[in-house]
């Protein structure tokens, strides 16, 4: 699913109105149908609606919807702020279509406000401003969105809580933003709602489908997308039914040290879980015991060394390597894995501690072979790009590193986001916070390296890896609760996760 800016949901709009012979007032009544909809669905006739109305059309939409509510008898208020004493057309109509329908509780606003009391039960309609908002919020505006957070009530807004912009935010006045507990996005998402930092604002998101022209939608140009699940299923690939477990790839995977042995355990049995037809894990002596009792069906490779990875190993015979869980940060370790990935020709996943060396040695990151994975989460990406103080900026940095290495970057958390080397950026929506426990990031680098040994391309292992990985989370979060999972169950629940993704295929 496409995620388009502010501009070109506009963009949109007029499209749509151009050739779907739709007219502009039409469109928005059907926005308010869905709106209202949405709304009765939740809190009946027993909740007083008050209405908080723009002078644009997301004042139009509000406007609208107080109509249908009122003529489906729910207690209705409405307040029109028209501060320059201008409406857009479409919202002009619509007030005068609620005073033809005989509703009374309109105060339109264009100096003094007196605010009503709200309480606990009322449900506020926010329909101040949508995507035409241009700069943040200040003077009576702001004033009035402090009002409505302050209040105890309930708060829906209108495809985009009033006053957050719909993908950069970083100059934006938070006080001065509506906190929603649900907002009712049209068509399609706002980057903004996929930040961690908005939640507060964004509350639950749902999309109203109000009919904008999929021709549009289909040739607009943009680097962010969801993905869906047909975009994942459509990639798997079938196994002959000839096939041996050479066709699958033989996977190295250079990880834990001691204390960390867990690491490498979870990622091997992830692999394993996800279809590679080998796996080999290169892990310093201490851990050889431990790793084969435990995976009995990955070869084990001793290092050199007692307690650490120390020296590279040859990769002739592999088809994919990944480095990094638990590896620690020893010296020599971070000289190893230097060594391990110059002139590593095979495709390669850096995790964990195998990028946190690029933390201190920065100056090697040009050693990272092309169309490498790189896994970060955002504390280990802000090692290496620097500290950010927002998630849009993280995301710019991140698409930064990217193009420099011309690598694949897993942006890791909730809606972990895969950026190519191109720019594009894929937004993983399956997982949810039980998989924000140790070990589930070694779970994610378990599978991508089985999807790059089974001769998936990097892309394809990225969003195939992300979505499996969450998927796999989602069922076990099913299971055994979002507090109690561990790392283990996700990887108990892969198989069921592959079986629901190449069943819908
Ligand atoms: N036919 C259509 O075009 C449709 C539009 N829709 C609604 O229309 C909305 C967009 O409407 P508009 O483009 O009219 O924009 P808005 O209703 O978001 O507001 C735009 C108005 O606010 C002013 N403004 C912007 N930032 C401001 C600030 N910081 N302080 C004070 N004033 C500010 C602008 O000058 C403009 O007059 C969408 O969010 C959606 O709710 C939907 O009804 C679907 C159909
Ligand atoms: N709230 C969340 N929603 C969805 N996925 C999450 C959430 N929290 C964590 N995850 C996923 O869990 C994994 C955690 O990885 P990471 O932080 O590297 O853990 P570890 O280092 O302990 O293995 C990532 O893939 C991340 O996307
Ligand atoms: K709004």
Redesign the pocket.
């Known amino acids: 699913m496409k995620i388009l800016s502010c501009t070109q949901q506009k963009e949109a709009d007029t499209y749509t109105i151009a050739h779907e012979s739709i007219s502009s007032i039409d469109l928005m009544e059907k926005a308010a149908t869905l709106i209202t909809e949405a709304i009765c669905k939740r809190w009946d006739k027993s909740h007083r609606i008050v209405v908080f109305a723009g002078a644009g059309n997301n004042g139009g939409d509000a406007v609208a919807v107080a109509r249908m509510l009122f003529q489906k008898n729910y207690d209705v208020e409405v307040y029109l702020f028209n501060i320059k004493g201008s409406l857009s057309e479409e919202c002009h109509t619509n007030v005068l279509r609620l005073a033809e329908c005989g509703f009374q509780k309109y105060t339109e606003v264009s100096t003094q406000f007196d605010p009503p009391k709200l309480t606990e039960h009322d449900i506020v309609i926010d329909g101040l401003f949508g995507s035409g908002l241009n700069k943040p919020l200040s003077g009576g505006f702001a004033a009035v969105v402090k009002y409505i957070n302050a209040a105890p009530s309930t708060v829906v807004s209108i495809d985009i809580p009033s006053g957050l912009m719909g993908e950069d935010n970083s100059y934006n006045i938070r006080q001065n933003i509506i906190q929603a507990d649900l907002t009712l996005s049209i068509q399609l998402p706002k980057l903004s709602f996929l930040f961690a930092e908005n939640e507060e604002f964004v509350g639950e998101w749902e999309l109203l489908d109000i009919g904008i022209s999929q021709t549009f939608i289909e040739e607009a140009q943009t680097p962010y997308l969801i993905t869906e699940p047909q975009d994942v299923t459509t990639l798997i690939k079938p196994r002959s039914r000839f096939a041996h477990k050479g066709n699958f790839g033989h996977a190295l995977l250079i990880a834990g040290s001691y204390g960390m042995a867990g690491?490498s355990i979870l990622a091997a049995k992830a692999c394993l879980r996800s279809g590679a037809g080998l796996l080999t894990v290169h892990a310093p002596v201490c851990n050889h015991n431990l790793i084969q009792t435990c995976v009995p069906e990955a070869l084990v490779q001793d290092d050199i060394h007692e307690h650490y990875f120390a020296e590279p190993v040859d990769i002739d015979s592999y088809q994919a390597i990944a480095i990094g869980?638990g590896l620690g940060q020893e010296e020599d370790t971070a000289l190893a894995t230097l060594e391990q990935i110059k002139n590593c020709y095979i495709p390669l996943i850096l995790d964990?501690d195998a990028l946190n060396i690029f933390g201190t040695h920065r100056n090697h990151l040009n050693k990272i072979p092309k169309r490498s994975i790189l896994t970060p989460?955002v504390k280990e990406l802000e090692r290496i790009v620097g500290r950010c103080s927002n998630s849009y900026e993280r995301l710019s940095k991140a698409k930064e590193l990217a193009n420099y290495l011309q690598c694949y970057i897993i942006l890791?958390?909730?809606w972990?986001t895969v950026i190519t080397p191109d720019g594009n950026c894929f937004f993983n929506p399956t997982?949810?916070?039980g998989?924000?426990?140790?070990?589930?990031?070694?779970v994610?680098t378990g599978i991508l390296t089985a999807l790059l040994a089974q001769g998936y391309t990097q892309e394809e292992s990225c969003k195939l890896g992300?979505y499996i990985?969450?998927l796999a989370?989602d069922i076990a979060s099913q299971r055994m609760g979002e507090i109690s999972m561990t790392?283990n169950d996700i990887i108990d629940a892969l198989p069921e996760a592959w079986k629901i993704i190449t069943k819908t295929k």
């Open positions: 690491a869980p964990a989460h890791k958390g909730a972990s997982g949810n916070p998989m924000a426990t140790g070990g589930s990031g070694d994610l992300t990985h969450g989370g790392a």
